[in-house]
């Protein structure tokens, strides 16, 4: 079955920490992936997508994540935490096949704390 | 996103009533889909449409209804089929088919709820 999880529901860091949070799929195709981040009330913004190549991709924001296969993982990662930070973040993946539409996970929330 | 417009921003529903969540978008995307959102849940896919005057299911479908008439539009009716309605609902567009899995522009949402 295809899937995604974020095993950390809500995450606290300290301003200025580094953070990581995880995603792990599964998906029976070569997987696209994004990381995408919602602030309370809104719609979604694209943080970072991985396709292809490089298996370290940079995002907006000072956000980054890499794609390990041998792990079926695609973290996301920021060395220094700032207070805006604070919001939803949601893993997703899909096939890059006509028709098909992107699963996500179930979010997972960051606090900051100073 | 600019360029999605969704309508309202809060919608309150009565027992029994048929309601309609409008989505406007001027990205000239092919792809457009509706997401519901519970706290704690992510994003389940309710219908979305690849080209106009077709559509499909998603993962949640029953006692929702969309029509794409114009590339532009894909309202959402909650019907009284649904009985859970209260939730976040998110539009969200892709540049087409062509290009499936390339990135999503979000809508900033409606938020449903029950009376």
């Known amino acids: 079955a295809q899937s995604v999880t974020q095993p950390d529901i809500h995450i606290t860091v300290s301003e200025g920490a580094s953070l990581e949070l995880r995603c792990n799929y599964s998906y029976g195709a070569t997987p696209y992936l994004f990381w995408y981040v919602q602030s309370p009330g809104q719609g979604l913004q694209l943080l970072l997508k991985?396709?292809?190549?490089?298996?370290l991709v940079q995002g907006i924001k000072g956000f980054e994540a890499e794609f390990k296969r041998s792990q079926s993982s695609f973290n996301l990662r920021k060395p220094s935490v700032h207070w805006s930070d604070a919001a939803e973040y949601f893993c997703?993946?899909?096939?890059?096949?006509?028709?098909?539409?992107?699963?996500f996970g179930k979010g997972t929330t960051l606090s900051v704390s100073s | 996103d600019g360029g999605i417009t969704q309508s309202p921003k809060y919608l309150f529903r009565k027992e029994g009533q048929n309601v309609t969540l409008s989505c406007e978008q001027n990205l000239n995307h092919d792809a457009m889909y509706w997401y519901r959102q519970d706290p704690g849940q992510g994003l389940r896919l309710i219908y979305y449409s690849q080209i106009v005057n077709d559509f499909q299911k998603g993962d949640i479908a029953e006692g929702y209804s969309v029509s794409r008439e114009k590339k532009e539009s894909f309202p959402l009716t909650v019907t009284s089929a649904q009985k859970n309605p209260t939730a976040f609902y998110l539009c969200a567009t892709q540049l087409g088919v062509s290009t499936t899995n390339e990135k999503l522009f979000f809508g900033s949402g409606t938020q449903l709820s029950v009376l």
């Open positions: 991985y396709f292809s190549g490089d298996t």
């Open positions: 997703a993946v899909g096939g890059g096949q006509a028709g098909t539409a992107l699963i």
